[in-house]
């Protein structure tokens, strides 16, 4: 069994940061790549920052420059700084990992975190 699980979300004020964790847990063999999407109220979810299997870093354009993904390969550990808030980064965050090989068990499976939520206040 495979979990990832998400923390430090919360309630900041505008222009306050927020450090997201998330770590994958279970009989994990090896994780292609990490990221986070987060998704708003009505809206669909949406890459926020991500790893590439080759270990480059996509960011979506309305976060260039404010936030910054981070990992921690030897604990399957991603993180995301978030700096300078703002009130359209309120959503759910999730946490995604895909290209995950569980140990003993063929394929490339894909998992997603419960949620982490961030509201911003102005």
């Known amino acids: 069994q495979v979990q990832l699980v998400e923390s430090g979300g919360g309630l900041v004020q505008a222009g306050g940061s927020l450090r997201l964790s998330c770590t994958a847990s279970?009989?994990?063999?090896?994780?292609?790549?990490m990221g986070w999407y987060r998704q708003a109220p009505g809206k669909q979810r949406e890459l926020v920052a991500t790893?590439?299997?080759?270990?480059?870093?996509n960011y979506a354009d309305s976060v260039k420059g404010r936030f910054t993904i981070s990992r921690d390969n030897a604990k399957n550990t991603v993180y995301l700084q978030m700096n300078s808030l703002k009130p359209e980064d309120t959503a759910v965050y999730y946490c995604?990992?895909?290209?995950?090989?569980?140990?003993?068990?063929?394929?490339?499976?894909?998992?997603w975190g419960q949620g982490t939520q961030v509201t911003v206040s102005s």
């Open positions: 279970g009989s994990i063999f090896s994780i292609d790549a």
């Open positions: 790893f590439t299997s080759d270990g480059s870093t």
């Open positions: 995604n990992a895909r290209g995950l090989r569980v140990t003993g068990v063929p394929g490339l499976y894909g998992y």
